[in-house]
């Protein structure tokens, strides 16, 4: 059997040397991404406006997530300490489900510091936690995780902190071959494998679902294996770092109007039998 084998290779100068060649043509200077760009976009700075807005979703480290109907068994169940189990129990969005039309999911969602005794008198989901989590978490290797084993691996406080309020904010998916966003309902808890923006207003779901997003941040992102497999997208270097426009009133009106029949357009195309769990329009 044969194999396909693909040899990159670079030279490097103390910066004396008066030509440069990349991918065989002659060009005025090379970047550290290995362009030939009139731009180094490598050198861009994060932007103070795009700071605290994208945010990272949570990592379980455990079996906290359950199937659509042995939520809605939850949800009607009662507790001794009289509260519903809605408290803890959120629909779940992974990379997976924006890009595909996987079933309803949901997640056991303790918050960031809920306590064991509190989180004890929910019995339906402390008891599953109790039975698939713990014994997870009594040999992970991290001392907070294991002697927490009932609250998230990573909790996100700023996340949450951050949508507080809205009730929607927009997703994509870390690595995917195609940079996708989508709206999702602020009662969703995004994985990790998504990161978030703390926005609701259509003008910004336009601005970044746009072709200048998607050439920026592909040169600022990092590529994963092969083209096919997709590119991982980080926030620090495509987000925070990307210039957004500056639109006069009308301009903005224009891209909002246009972003929301867009996503209207898509939720039609991919939900055509039942109703979206995410929002078409802002509120």
């Known amino acids: 059997a044969g194999a396909a084998v693909n040899v990159s290779m670079i030279g490097f100068d103390d910066g004396s040397e008066k030509t440069h060649t ?11 991404n290995l362009t030939a760009n009139t731009a180094d976009v ?22 906290f997530d359950i199937s659509d109907e042995l939520a809605r068994e939850w949800l009607i169940a009662p507790n001794p300490n009289g509260k519903p189990n809605s408290d803890l129990l959120k629909p779940w969005l992974n990379g997976g489900a924006i890009v595909k039309r996987l079933p309803p999911a949901w997640i ?6 809920l306590k064991l005794n509190d989180f004890s008198l929910y019995e339906k989901p402390y008891a599953y936690a109790f039975k698939f989590v713990k014994p997870q978490r009594d040999v992970n290797k991290r001392e907070h995780r294991r002697l927490n084993w009932w609250l998230h691996a990573e909790t996100c406080p700023g996340m949450r902190t951050a949508i507080i309020g809205q009730q929607r904010f927009l997703t994509t998916p870390r690595v995917s071959k195609f940079r996708i966003f989508s709206w999702a309902d602020s009662m969703t808890l995004p994985d990790d494998g998504i990161y978030i923006f703390a926005r609701s207003d259509d003008w910004f779901f336009g601005v970044v679902h746009s072709r200048h997003h998607e050439v920026w941040a592909r040169s600022q992102g990092t590529q994963v294996r092969e083209r096919e497999s997709g ?17 006069t009133p009308a301009q903005e009106a224009v891209i909002a109007a246009a972003a929301k029949e867009l996503n209207q357009l898509r939720e039609g195309w991919l939900n055509p039998d039942r109703k979206s769990t995410r929002l078409t329009s802002s509120h």
């Not at 490598?42 to 079996?63: C, H, M, V, W, Y």
Request: proline share 11%; with cysteine.
């Open 22 to 32: 990349l991918d065989g043509k002659a060009v005025p200077v090379i970047h550290p």
């Open 108 to 113: 056991i969602d303790t918050g960031t510091d």
């Open 42 to 63: 490598t050198a861009a700075e994060p932007l103070k406006e795009n700071l605290e807005i994208s945010f990272r979703g949570t990592q379980k480290s455990g079996d």
């Open 231 to 247: 590119f991982r997208y980080t926030p620090n270097t495509c987000f925070e770092t990307f210039p957004f426009p500056r639109a």
